[in-house]
């Protein structure tokens, strides 16, 4: 019995915060079912990933587990490996940079990364 009042409890807390309740407007960078795939291998699946404005953020994670694939998404630079394709959507400030007339040198300028 403790265990169903525990679980209920834990639903009404998600209910309460939901993620529809995101400004926008505070959203920098917005990925939505983000997937990467090298010829028929998929990379990435699905991400979906909010980095709000004014934040620093880092992808920690294990060798192989697609942080460099990712951020190498964020500027385009997949553009230049043959035989890898996206679906999904990035936005960066509202704007979708896979857009056929996204100016990716501009993107390229301003979109830093640091590697290890």
Known sequence: MDTDIQQSSQDNSRQETPAADKKRGDILI?????????????????????????????FIGPSGCGKSTLLRCMNRLNDLVEGVTIAGTIMIDGVDIYHPNYDVTSLRRNVGMVFQ
């Open 30 to 58: 917005e990925c939505v079912d983000l997937s990467l795939y090298y010829g028929d291998k998929r990379a990435l699946i699905d991400v979906n990933l909010d980095i709000p404005k004014h934040c620093i953020a880092a």
